[in-house]
Each structure stands twice: as structure tokens, then as C-alpha cells.
């Protein structure tokens, strides 16, 4: 187990974007359907979370169909999932934080645009959390190395305390702890059609949980973050970080990619889709 201080090397662009199912049973119709026979619904209040920031990448409520099940459960995403828990130390101070060998299945939304849509995408933003990460006890832990000084020693790869940590109520929370956050594609989509942008830095959490402490910071603001919105990341408070806003290459139906819960992340816009 590598102490904080040792760098450890990211996963390579083959062990971001692998694939976790096989292209012919990812472009099948009952895969990319919204409609597809047997599928279930089930609406909340963070279903009508995308309307609610100005866009709407055609994000639709369903978690238990046939395909979903499918791909959650596949031996490839298993072990793609498996490899990826890995990269984080899981287990210190005589404590085991989380299994990485084992992953729970984690239900989310289908996201299907038309050819020919346009769409606004999503702006640069993380979601591990928002006020809860500087407020409560647990995440204070979990950051220690941020606020007691030792700056340099912080390894966004320390899962100490992350699995304890509460967050606060609302429609953007997430109670489990994703090691990583991840996308199936169930068609092709070249880099340039509105895809997945991040800003491929995790040690960036650093700089984002310290900005809100400066002296050019209003005492009532955490820079614009606030409960029941995502984690925000702005040109005005964190323009040189954006600057490393990067887009994910082309990707085959069937191709998955992956990014540390930590970081920033985007939807581009896009207009006149193809594909």
C-alpha cells in the first residue's frame, strides 16, 4: 500500500475508456431505447434536476431496465470496476474503508439525444458533495492534509473517512461513495458531438476546497457553492484550472469511461448532433 506521498501514476487512456460490453449487444435497439418493452420508471424530485439548470441533454428516469441490468452486471464492467477501486488506498489506520473488490450496483439514468438535437450540455462541476465537505466531521478527516497544513502530503486517492462522511439533504446528493463516476455508451459519438469534458486532475480538489478560504472571497460565499446544486467550477473563481478542460476521444458503443468522483467534469453543447 503506497503512502500519501508516493505519486502514484493515473490509469492510462486504455484503462479510462475500456470495454465493458460487446459492441454488437450495445447497439442492439432494446438497448438504446427509452421505450424499450419491460422497462421500469420510477420519477423523484432529481429527475427534474437537469430542467431545473437550463438544460436538457435528454436525460430520461430510467434505472431498472433490462440493458442497465445487463451492463451493471457484466464480468467486463466487474472487472474494468474492479481494476479502477485499485488505484485508491482502501484500507489504513487499521481500518478498511470500503472493499475494492467488491462494487454494489449503483442505479442512474439513461441519457439518449437524437440525431440532429441540439443541446445546451452541462457546465464544468463535481459532485462528491457541496457545504457538507467543509461542515461536517467526517470529510474534515477526510481532508485533513488541507486544512492542518501539510498541503503537500494530500493524495486524492485516500479513502480514509470518505466512506463515513454524511452529506446534506438534497436533490444533487449521493449517499454511497463512488470511487469513480462512469458512462456506457450505447452508440457511437465522435469528440467533437457534445461529449464528456474533464479536467483530468484529481489533486484539483486541493485547490477547490482552499479557494473559498482567500482573502478575495466574501466571508458568505464558498464560491457559489451551496446545498441542492452541484459543486460548481467557474471561470471567475477557477479559471486556470479550466484551462485543463479536456474532451474525452471518440467512443464505440459499448466503450465506457470512467473519472475520480473528485473531479471536474462537463457536457459540451452541442448543435445538429450527429450520431
Request: charged share 20%.
Amino acid at each position: 500500500m503506497a503512502p500519501a506521498s508516493v505519486p502514484r501514476a493515473p490509469p492510462s487512456a486504455s484503462e479510462m475508456a475500456a470495454s465493458s460490453a460487446p459492441r454488437s449487444i450495445a447497439v442492439e435497439p432494446g438497448w438504446r431505447s427509452p421505450s424499450a418493452p419491460n422497462t421500469s420508471r420510477s420519477r423523484g424530485p432529481a429527475d427534474d434536476f437537469f430542467g431545473s439548470v437550463g438544460s436538457r441533454p435528454e436525460i430520461y428516469p430510467i434505472y431498472w431496465s433490462p440493458p442497465q441490468m445487463q451492463a451493471r452486471q457484466s464480468e467486463r464492467m466487474a472487472s474494468v470496476q474492479a481494476f479502477l477501486n485499485t488505484q485508491w488506498t482502501s484500507q489504513s489506520d487499521g481500518v478498511q474503508w470500503f472493499d475494492p473488490a467488491r462494487d454494489s450496483l449503483y442505479p442512474d439514468r439513461i441519457r439518449r439525444r437524437p440525431e440532429g438535437a441540439d443541446s445546451a450540455g452541462l457546465g464544468p462541476h463535481l459532485d462528491p458533495g457541496t457545504l457538507d465537505l467543509w461542515m461536517t466531521q467526517a470529510y474534515q478527516r477526510a481532508f485533513r492534509r488541507l486544512f492542518d497544513g501539510t498541503v503537500e502530503q494530500y493524495d486524492p486517492w485516500d479513502a480514509a473517512h470518505r466512506t463515513a462522511g454524511p452529506q446534506y439533504e438534497g436533490t444533487t446528493m449521493c449517499s454511497a461513495f463512488r470511487t469513480f463516476q462512469g458512462w456506457t455508451a450505447l452508440s457511437d459519438m465522435d469528440h467533437d458531438q457534445g461529449v464528456l469534458h474533464t479536467v483530468p486532475i484529481p489533486e484539483a480538489m486541493g485547490y477547490l476546497m482552499l479557494r473559498p478560504l482567500l482573502d478575495d472571497v466574501a466571508d458568505d460565499d464558498m464560491c457559489g457553492v451551496t446545498v441542492n446544486q452541484v459543486f460548481p467550477a467557474s471561470a471567475r473563481w477557477h479559471p486556470l484550472l479550466l484551462e485543463a478542460l479536456s474532451g474525452i476521444p471518440d467512443v464505440r458503443a459499448g466503450d465506457s469511461v470512467w473519472w475520480h468522483c473528485d473531479m471536474i467534469h462537463s457536457v459540451a453543447p452541442v448543435t445538429s448532433q450527429r450520431g
